[in-house]
Nanobody, 124 residues
Framework: QVQLVESGGGLVQAGGSLRLSCAAS????????MGWFRQAPGKEREFVAA???????YYRDSVKGRFTISRDNTKNAVYLQMNRLKPEDTAIYYC??????????????????WGQGTQVIVSS
C-alpha cells in the first residue's frame, strides 16, 4: 500500500524557517512528479510547489524565493524548505505523488496519492 507521511511542521515566528519532509513507502516515486499543497482554515487546498523526476521545479508566486522543494530519490523522500515564513503561510501542508512525468503539475487532480498532512503555524 502506498503511503506518504509528512513531518517537520510546527509553530514558528514570522521570519523563521521550517523544513518539511515527506517519506514515501509502498513503492518508489523516483519517476513521479511530487508536490506540496496546503490548506488554511476555511480555505480551499492550494498548490505550493512541485518537482519533477528530473528536478524541474515550479512554485506558486507567493512562495517563490522563500520556499525550496527538493527530493532524494535514494531515500524516496521529498522536502520543502520554508524560509522567511509569514502568518499567511499558516496551513496544513500535504505531500502528494503525481504521474511519471517531467511536468510540474499545479493542480491537485493530477495527484493520486496523498499524505495526512502536517500543521504549520506562523505567529506574527
Amino acid at each position: 500500500q502506498v503511503q506518504l507521511v509528512e513531518s517537520g511542521g510546527g509553530l514558528v515566528q514570522a521570519g523563521g524557517s521550517l523544513r518539511l519532509s515527506c517519506a514515501a513507502s509502498g513503492r518508489t516515486f523516483g519517476s513521479n512528479t511530487m508536490g506540496w499543497f496546503r490548506q488554511a482554515p476555511g480555505k480551499e487546498r492550494e498548490f505550493v510547489a512541485a518537482i519533477s523526476w528530473n528536478g524541474r521545479t515550479y512554485y506558486r508566486d507567493s512562495v517563490k524565493g522563500r520556499f525550496t522543494i527538493s527530493r532524494d530519490n535514494t531515500k524516496n523522500a521529498v522536502y520543502l524548505q520554508m524560509n522567511r515564513l509569514k502568518p499567511e503561510d499558516t496551513a496544513i501542508y500535504y505531500c502528494a505523488a503525481g504521474p511519471n512525468s517531467a511536468v510540474c503539475y499545479p493542480f491537485d487532480d493530477n495527484y493520486d496519492s496523498w499524505g495526512q498532512g502536517t500543521q504549520v503555524i506562523v505567529s506574527s
